[in-house]
């Protein structure tokens, strides 16, 4: 059984167009988390959610929303989609919350979602 | 914030050979510190951590130590395999998220 599932794996799109990529985690985790990795590995966080709430909001455009109707999920929303929104997306959870110190965070990541926007 | 700089790659190994990757942190505080490994086409997996000064962490041959005076926390192997090629992420948690290094790509030739 895959431990943090993230569809789809590719995502190739135009220009303006609206898209999502879903995460699912089976770990029983309460945190959840989106990254965004671009073509020279770099890794950034964008969201984090505790319990289906917010706890880090990175400095990301509008058009990203994320979205967890539940603690097992986190969906990623892109509107208007733009060249420079291409990269890898990877979703990740931990037992652990951010917004703790002094406790080990180990995250558990997803395979990744390659978008190309064109 | 926290922030992590590692060593700039890439790097390519011989088979046996020993492979260094530096890193150090910047916190407030004493952060718990990370190696993650992304094999290719995968996501990142923790290869390793340790959660306070002179722990060490080690796992596939893989070693590190928590260095509070130098503020390090050096990857360490000390004979690579092909099977070892992949990028590899430093990072720390002690501020409210979890900052990675830019990350190492490691290939390891034959």
């Known amino acids: 059984d895959t431990a943090v599932s993230q569809t789809p794996k590719y995502l190739v799109t135009q220009m303006g167009n609206d898209k999502s990529i879903k995460c699912e985690q089976n770990?029983?985790?309460?945190?959840m988390y989106w990254y965004k990795q671009d073509s020279k590995k770099f890794l950034k966080i964008m969201f984090s959610?505790?319990?289906?709430?917010?706890?880090i909001n990175e400095t990301v455009p509008n058009r990203f929303s994320p979205k967890s109707p539940d603690k097992a999920h986190l969906n990623l929303h892109i509107n208007s989609l733009e060249l420079g929104d291409s990269a890898v997306y990877f979703c990740?959870?931990?037992?652990?919350?951010?917004?703790?110190?002094?406790?080990?965070?180990?995250?558990?990541f997803g395979a990744g979602t390659r978008l190309s926007v064109l | 914030g926290d922030s992590v700089t590692q060593m700039e790659g890439p790097v390519t190994l011989s088979e046996e050979a020993f492979l260094t990757i530096n890193c150090t942190y910047t916190a407030t505080g004493y952060p718990s510190l990370f190696w993650y490994v992304q094999y290719p086409g995968e996501g990142l997996q923790l290869l390793l951590k340790?959660?306070?000064?002179?722990d060490k962490g080690s796992n596939k041959g893989f070693e590190a130590t928590y260095r509070k005076e130098t503020t390090s926390f050096h990857l360490e192997k000390g004979s690579v395999q092909v099977s070892d090629s992949a990028v590899y992420f430093c990072?720390?948690?002690?501020?409210?998220?979890?900052?990675f290094g830019a990350g190492t790509t490691v290939t390891v030739r034959a």
């Open positions: 340790a959660t306070k000064a002179d």
């Open positions: 990072a720390a948690h002690g501020d409210y998220k979890l900052s």
């Open positions: 770990l029983g985790h309460d945190t």
């Open positions: 959610y505790n319990n289906k709430e917010l706890i």
């Open positions: 990740a959870s931990s037992q652990v919350g951010s917004g703790t110190r002094h406790t080990v965070n180990i995250q558990y």
